[in-house]
Structures are given as C-alpha cells and as structure tokens.
C-alpha cells in the first residue's frame, strides 16, 4: 500500500490508522502547499481532488480520510477495528463512522466562516446540533461504541482534537477527555511521532 500524506493535515487520520493495524505501507509526501507537487501525476491518478490522505493499494484507489479508514478496517478485519457485516454494533459504527465527513466537517465550516445556520436544509444541520449529537453519543464511553475502539473512533477523536486545537470548543469536558483517551493510545503516539517533515 502507498499512503499519500503530508505533516500536520487530515492525513493523520489514515496515518494513525495503519498505526493501529500494524501493516506496512509506504508514506508518500506530498506538500499541499506546493502547487507543482499537488501536480505530480502519480498523486494525481491516486487522488483526483489533489487531496490528502489518498490510499493505493493495488488497483483500488481511495481519496477521502473516511473511506481509507473504514476501508482498511475492513480488509484487515483480525485487528477488530470494525463490527464484522450483521454483528449488533455493525450499524452505530457506520452511522459513526460517516459522521466526521458528512456531519462535523461541514458544520465545522459553518463555524469558522459564519455561515447561515439552516438546520433544515443543511444536511449537517447546524454546529450546534451536531455538537449536541456528538455529546450524546459520547455520552457513554469511553469509545462511540462503548467498550470497543473502531475506525470511527479514529475519526472522531482527530476531529474532536482538530476542535480544540481550533478553539471552536470552549469547555466540553467530555469531548476532550475523549481526544484525550484517543491521542493517547500508542499508535496514536507513533503516527504523530511521524506526522513531520
Ligand atoms: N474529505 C477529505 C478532505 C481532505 C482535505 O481537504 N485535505 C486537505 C488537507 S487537510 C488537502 O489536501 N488540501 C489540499 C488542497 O485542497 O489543495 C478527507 O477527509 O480526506
């Protein structure tokens, strides 16, 4: 597998996620910030949208943080990292797993920018009820699902970290105790160890 990356960017996500697996992968930088590198055409060909992370593996080819990682939890399914097809969870941790892409990233935007709020017409909703969403569903812990690290943990623990870094959260001491527990964990660690030049 060939992860395209670059330090300091949504890519953690899926660098963090090899961590977790204990597979081999050769990292690929690709500095964002440098249009004629963003050009290269093998990156290209890996990720139409000149984003990162992007996942080769073989001939399969994944642009998106959230895909490589569900993706990758389901190929190598004896690291537990995802409720197998009709197990009970199986459902919460899609419905988990998608929320960081569909739901807190757009509403992170409406934030940050001030945007109009239409909680209605806005598939996200608003920031607000995303929030109050997340908080529930942590509500329990000490992962999404309970018991049990998934990739949606994966996730949502670099979102809810991105959230403070950002200061868009004040004081939500469940949701930082979360980040807490996931930046943590030791594959956490190593992937943040080479999350650098
Ligand atoms: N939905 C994508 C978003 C990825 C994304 O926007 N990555 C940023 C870095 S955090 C990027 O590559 N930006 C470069 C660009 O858009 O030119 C994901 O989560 O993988």
């Not at 992968?25 to 440098?34: A, K, N, T």
């Not at 993706?71 to 919460?92: E, S, V």
Request: aromatic content about 10%; some cysteine; glycine content about 8%.
């Amino acid at each position: 597998m060939k992860l395209y990356w670059c330090p300091k960017t949504r890519a953690v996500r899926a660098m963090w996620m090899v961590e977790e697996l204990g597979v081999p992968c050769e990292r690929v930088l690709i500095d964002i910030r440098d249009a004629a590198a963003k050009d290269d055409p093998g990156f290209r060909a890996v990720s139409p949208m000149g984003k990162v992370p992007a996942l080769e593996d073989g001939a399969t080819r994944l642009w998106d943080s959230g895909a490589i990682c569900g993706y990758l939890a389901d190929q190598y399914p004896q690291a537990g990292l995802a409720p197998a097809i009709g197990h009970p969870d199986r459902g919460a941790y899609l419905q988990w797993l998608l929320f960081t892409n569909a739901v807190i990233e757009p509403a992170m935007a409406e934030k940050l920018s001030q945007s109009p709020v239409s909680a209605v017409s806005h598939g996200w909703g608003s920031f607000d009820l995303m929030m109050a969403t997340l908080r529930a569903g942590l509500a329990r812990g000490p992962w999404i699902l309970g018991e049990r690290f998934s990739a949606a943990d994966v996730l949502l623990g670099t979102s809810c970290s991105f959230m403070r870094q950002f200061k868009i959260l004040e004081d939500e001491p469940v949701l930082f105790a979360y980040a807490d527990s996931c930046t943590a964990r030791p594959a956490f660690q190593r992937a943040a160890a080479l999350d650098v030049r």
